[in-house]
């Protein structure tokens, strides 16, 4: 009997058990930050669960607290598995979990509402949502941002700046190469987001193969959130960052010249944070309306100031490319029963082995 090579091995371990759910535990999880805008001791309440930081939701957050007298928005930020784990588990209990839930990890949003966690809503403005971001009128994607690759412009020469998945791999190749240990993403096991592009790369990507043997041969450092992978590029702690959303990176990029943010030419994958209301929530009312905001022009206009949708009329590397949505470059993730595929328990556990020894230098939180 013939047996893979080694890496075609891993590689389709890699492939086969990233379909599965994170199994954070529900007990003594709290949130990263919490906010309060509008009124603080108004008369109505509106809590509002989110994986966006603070800064970025903050324009959208006031400007809606300023169209309704008296209204208090409690916001809490979450870490996107946490986030699932208290909303599935107060589903089970029969009780709001908020009066809404925002996620960038959108597979475990639809997982929410496959199991009768949501409240539908409609309206026309999320009547006019595309199919891809209208799932049974309980869902919606109301950003729309891309997993993008940020580069240290002090430290990588103009010409290895990488375009493309490619030029990663090449820059990784060369035995001793400059980038050895030096590239940074998301631990999968941490961010709930990490693990669905690294399932969406799976399914796009002729070289997820050669890339994920790349990163674990050379020492790739998997690590939790965003910012703290960007500020780790700027510092120069890494050269390259690969697979975070370009709403922190255009935002830090704007004050940081350190930084470049880059758009893969081979493909894009382009993410919409999904809006749910929970069953019982109790303002859902005002939840609907907050999504309803969203959709609206005011609304768009405050997603646009830091980066959660792109700005009107921009072009070319401005805009990365999200002003044209027919670019064929472009990967948009449709929120469907099709990210179901990516939650299966036991086909994770596999993967979870395979890429702790794939990503040895993986750094824990505290």
Known sequence: MRTLPAFLF????????????????AA????EATAVFGAPAGGERLLIKSTTDVAAFRPALEAFAGTVPGLRIDYEQWASNDLYAVAAKACAQARPAADLLVSSAVDLQVRLVNDGCARPHRSALTDRLPEDLNWRSELFGVTRELAVMVYNTRLVPPREAPRSRFDLIDLLRPPGSNYAGRIATYDIEQSGLGYLFAFVDAQQA??????????GRSGAVATCCSAEIIDGVARGDYLIAYNVLSSYALARAETDER?????PEDY???LSRAALIPKGAENAFRAAAFIDFLLSPPGRSALQATHLLPPSGATGDAALGLSDPDDATLRPIALSPSLLVGLDRHKRAQFIRLWRQTFPWRLDRD
Do not use: C, D, H
């Open 10 to 25: 891993r590689a389709a371990l890699f492939l086969t058990a990233l379909l599965a759910a994170p199994q954070a535990p």
């Open 268 to 270: 894009t994958l382009v």
């Open 28 to 31: 003594e999880l709290v949130p």
């Open 206 to 215: 002729t070289t997820f193969g050669a890339l994920s043997e790349a990163l």
């Open 259 to 263: 930084l470049a943010v880059v758009a």
